[in-house]
Every structure is written in structure tokens, then in C-alpha cells.
């Protein structure tokens, strides 16, 4: 009885904790209660899984350049929106709104991308 008390919580243990492992984040890291919106240079552009990354050079109140990069939904929710991996080019300037990291950190979940031609680009929503 003892050994299939224990082989029945091992055969739990394994179905659960890769559910686990796998939850997702969302935008938990983000205050999702105020945004903020940055005007830079596009840097890299990683349109990969889990969440495509933009990264920027920006330049603060008193011209010095800071580094941010922005996350948005997965390549699978931005190609039906429009997008390809070369949606972004180095070099290009972008207008992005979003919410800031809750450390502070020069990080940001996308809502708004405004390219340097004035088109806006839908986000593709979800996370």
C-alpha cells in the first residue's frame, strides 16, 4: 500500500511540474498601470518565440543615449498583423508606447509601434 501511495504522487509530480515549468508570464514583470512612450533608433530586432524584442538607442532630456528594448507578442501573433522579420531595419527610428518595467529598468511590453513615416503597426495583441 505504502509503495502505490508513493508511486501514485511520483506519477502526480511528473504530470504536474512540467505544466509548471511551462506557465506563462504575461506581462507580470510591466506596470501595467501607467505608460510610457520613447522615440529612438532601432538596434536589433529578434523575431523569435517566446516574444519578439526590439532593442533601441534613445536619447534622455540631456541627449545622453540609453539603451531600451521594448517585448511584444510572439512572431506567430505579429504575422497576422502585418509584421515579418524584417519589419525593422538598424537604424530606423521608432515612436513606442508601452508599459515600464516595475524594476525601472529601460524595458518595456509594447502596446503602440508608430515607424518614422508616422504608420502605426498593430502590437497583434495576446502575450
Known amino acids: 500500500m505504502k509503495n502505490r501511495l508513493m508511486l501514485l504522487t511520483l506519477a502526480a509530480s511528473v504530470l504536474l511540474v512540467p505544466s ?3 506557465a506563462h508570464h504575461g506581462q507580470a ?7 510610457v512612450t520613447i ?3 532601432v538596434t536589433n530586432f529578434k523575431f523569435t518565440n517566446p516574444h519578439c524584442i526590439v ?4 536619447k534622455d532630456d540631456k541627449g545622453q543615449k540609453q539603451e531600451w528594448q ?3 507578442t510572439s512572431p506567430n501573433h505579429l504575422v497576422r498583423a502585418g509584421w515579418t522579420a524584417q519589419t525593422f531595419k538598424p537604424g530606423e527610428e521608432v515612436t513606442l508606447t508601452g508599459f515600464r518595467a516595475k524594476t525601472g529598468a529601460n524595458s518595456m511590453w509594447i502596446t503602440k509601434v508608430v515607424l518614422g513615416n ?3 503597426m498593430k502590437t497583434g495583441g495576446g502575450n
Not at 55 to 58: A, C
Open 118 to 120: 508616422g504608420e502605426e
Open 55 to 58: 532593442s533601441l538607442d534613445v
Open 70 to 72: 521594448g517585448e511584444l
Open 20 to 22: 509548471l515549468v511551462l
Open 39 to 41: 522615440k529612438g533608433n
Open 29 to 35: 514583470a510591466y506596470d501595467v498601470t501607467q505608460s
